[in-house]
């Protein structure tokens, strides 16, 4: 039985694409695995340190997907009982987080999420069936 209703908070560079800030990384597998989380009713944020027109590139490359967002750099939910910036998640996806399974790639300079071994580790911790 999947964990429901779980608030996902993730990076969005070197995780959901690679690292090629300023600009829009390729992709590398994260659609399919976040679209599997959001129909076990989890809800995503993103949390990231982009911002004015280049957390709007982010914010549109989740609606290019037809990932809907919950929240962007903040849990709406969390305004009701803490004042504190820090966004509260059941769970955080970012590349920079220790544990986080990395892909290694010839000519791409930064390691990034591997999204295979995210989704068998959201499995074996009951996030997906």
């Not at 690292?19 to 989380?37: N, Q």
């Not at 750099?73 to 955080?92: C, H, I, M, R, T």
């Not at 544990?99 to 989704?119: A, I, S």
């Amino acid at each position: 039985m999947a964990i429901h209703k779980a608030f996902i908070a993730v990076d969005f560079d070197g995780t959901m694409v690679t690292h090629d800030y300023p600009d829009i990384g390729s992709d590398i597998g994260a659609v399919p695995v976040l679209r599997e989380l959001l129909d076990n009713g989890c809800r995503l944020i993103l949390y990231t340190i982009r911002s004015g027109k280049l957390l709007d590139d982010a914010v549109a490359w989740f609606e290019r997907n037809g990932l809907p967002l919950y929240g962007i750099n903040e849990n709406p939910s969390q305004k009701g009982w803490s004042s504190s910036p820090k966004v509260f998640a059941d769970l955080y996806i970012d590349d920079s987080a220790l544990g986080c399974p990395l892909k290694f790639e010839d000519g791409v300079k930064r390691p990034f999420v591997n999204w295979t071994k995210v989704r068998q580790q959201l499995v074996a911790d009951g996030f997906l069936d």
